[in-house]
Structure formats: structure tokens, C-alpha cells
């Protein structure tokens, strides 16, 4: 295996925090974001703010695409259900207070980076784990 098919925490942490950026950019409770820029009071820049969202729309398909390839549908699913059941369990036990909607939209951004970043990793991952690599992967050297 090439040095390059490796990665490690490093790895995962870069991909995470370009997620992070990627979905906090998009939107965010504090109201520093795309979606404040184009829908706020905020009138004009129009061919900036389409720049800028084919830019988020480039990144976004980026990180969906590879999500969808390496997870699937119910590997997907079953992320989504894992870090529900953990907010759950977090919400329950007092650690995230109940009655706070930014609280929960920060929480879901943060699952949603990572379900994003551990989509971009998962084929090196399984590969690593099961030997199995997936079509697109191989090269025609």
C-alpha cells in the first residue's frame, strides 16, 4: 500500500474541519453566514454572493458525492441514527440543555461535519479494515 492511501487522525481532523467550515459558512445560528448574506436585509453583491455559492455548491457536492459513495444509503442512515441516539442520550442525561435551539443547531452542524468528513474517509477505512477496495479506485497503471 502507496504512503499516500494512508490516513491517519491528521487526516480525518483536516477533512473535519474543512466540513466544519464548509457547514458553518452555509449556515449558522450566529447569523455570519451564506444563507444571512443572500436572504438577510443585506441588498446587492449579487454577483459576488453567486460566486460564492457556486463555491459552497462546488464544496458541497465534493463532500456529498464521496459520502455517498464510500457510506451508501443505509450507511448513512445508520450514522445519522448513531449521532441522533447520542444527542439523544446527551439531551437526556442534562449535558445539552433541553430548551436551547442554538445549542442543538450547533450539535447537529458539528454531526452533520462529521457524517461529511467520515464519508470522505470511509474507502480507506473499509479497505484498510476488510482488503476490499472499491471500483473507482483502481488504477490502470
Known sequence: MAQTDKIGWLG?????????VLVF?????EGYSYFDWVFGKAAGAWPLKTLVGIVLLIGWTVYLRATLQSLGGFGIFLTIAFFSALLWLLTDWGVIPRDS????T??????????LATGMIWSHVRRRLT???DVDEIDND
Not at 25 to 29: D, E, L, R, V
Open 106 to 115: 450547533y450539535l447537529s452542524e458539528v454531526v452533520i461535519s462529521a457524517l
Open 101 to 104: 435551539v442554538q445549542a442543538v
Open 25 to 29: 459558512a452555509t449556515y449558522n445560528p
Open 12 to 20: 480525518f481532523l483536516l477533512r473535519f474541519l474543512a466540513a466544519l
Open 131 to 133: 482488503g476490499q477496495v
